[in-house]
């Protein structure tokens, strides 16, 4: 028999109160309940939505990687409310990982730290280190401290594509292959946590986030670094530390990001395509000139990174269901600030088939 399509409950805590109104605090029990039992909860964070489940119970994580359809050599973010929490999960804990946590938690930034005995294998890919992060996210933490046990939750979506930064995301994506979707309104960022290796020094940036190499340097109080031999685009190099696959974030349709997007477009719609084009530039004569075709969507996308990143993945779902030929976006910025969107947007373009000449090897 098919398994039916999960529950969405709203869940709200309007800024002014103390508590979360009792309907949400229902939903965050049976969200508990499941949790407890085993089970698979979709939440959402202040990032991206979350497909959260028992951390420290290794068949409950086991069914993460099976309705993501996570290949098994990837390793999860475990979630917590506080940094105590944290501490009793971290073998040790290193100065870096001590100041980002006292200083940037709850944020968008994950460290990672030698994993403590409590850490089941699969949690960890099997490595000697764990991701931990605390959410800025109120309602995320309330139900952490409700479970009163850590919260693995890598995105709420099937491996591969694009993250969910709504609850609507979640439903399409990963459907009655979960068991509950507590719906908290749409992410505030956007884009997945930075990850930060602390383990290394001086400590070094895994994945570009929202929270700045910058803002990193100032916590710590020396360089964070980008890690040897990565370049600057996930396309550029494969990365080859543990866990760091060179996967997609990709639409389903096709996407392109070429250096003149204008005539790729005019070309594209030559040749009879329907194109959707995310760009910087909406009220440019490029774009102008084109925008009365019939088999163009323009999407005009915004200048600041950090508004950008809160559409990013929103925009992609949106035109997903367009049935477009392609997405063209235009190229962002190559400055430090643009980083983690270079990165995503890097994953999401179509790559050439393997063999093919300028596929990666
Ligand atoms: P996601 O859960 O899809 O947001 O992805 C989690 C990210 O954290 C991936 O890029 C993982 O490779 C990374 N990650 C999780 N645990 C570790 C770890 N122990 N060492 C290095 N990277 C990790
Ligand atoms: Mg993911």
Known sequence: MARPLP????????????????????????????????????????????????????????????????PATNPLIVHVSDVPMARGLAGSWPAAADAIAARLWPGPV?????????????????????????????????LIEKVGRPLAAPSANRSEAVSPTTAAH??????????LILDGGPCGHGIESTVVECTADPPRILRPGPMSRRHLEEVVGGP?????GVAADASETPLRSPGLHAKHYAPRTPLDMPADPAAHVAGLLDSGARVGWMTRAADGMQVRRLAGARELVIVPMPDAPADYARLLYATLHALDQRELARIVVDPVPDTEEWRALRDR??????????GSPGAPT
Do not use: N
């Not at 109104?21 to 049976?30: N, Q």
């Not at 403590?116 to 309602?139: E, F, K, M, N, Q």
């Not at 947007?345 to 393997?354: N, S």
């Open 110 to 142: 994950t460290v990672v730290v030698p994993r403590g005995p409590s850490i089941p294998d699969i949690v960890t890919a099997g490595g000697p280190t764990v991701a931990l992060r605390c959410p800025d996210h109120r309602l995320a933490r309330r």
């Open 345 to 354: 947007l890097a994953r999401a373009v179509t790559r050439p088939p393997p």
């Open 224 to 228: 964070v670094v980008w890690p040897e």
């Open 170 to 179: 979640v439903l399409t994506s990963l459907g009655s292959r979960i068991d």
């Open 7 to 70: 529950d969405i409950l709203k869940i709200q805590w309007p800024p002014a109160a103390d508590r979360p109104p009792a309907d949400t605090e229902a939903a965050l029990d049976r969200a508990v309940g499941i949790l407890r039992a085993g089970g698979l909860v979709a939440i959402p964070t202040e990032t991206v939505y979350g497909l959260a489940a028992d951390a420290l119970d290794a068949d409950a994580v086991a069914g993460i990687f099976r309705a993501k359809g996570r």
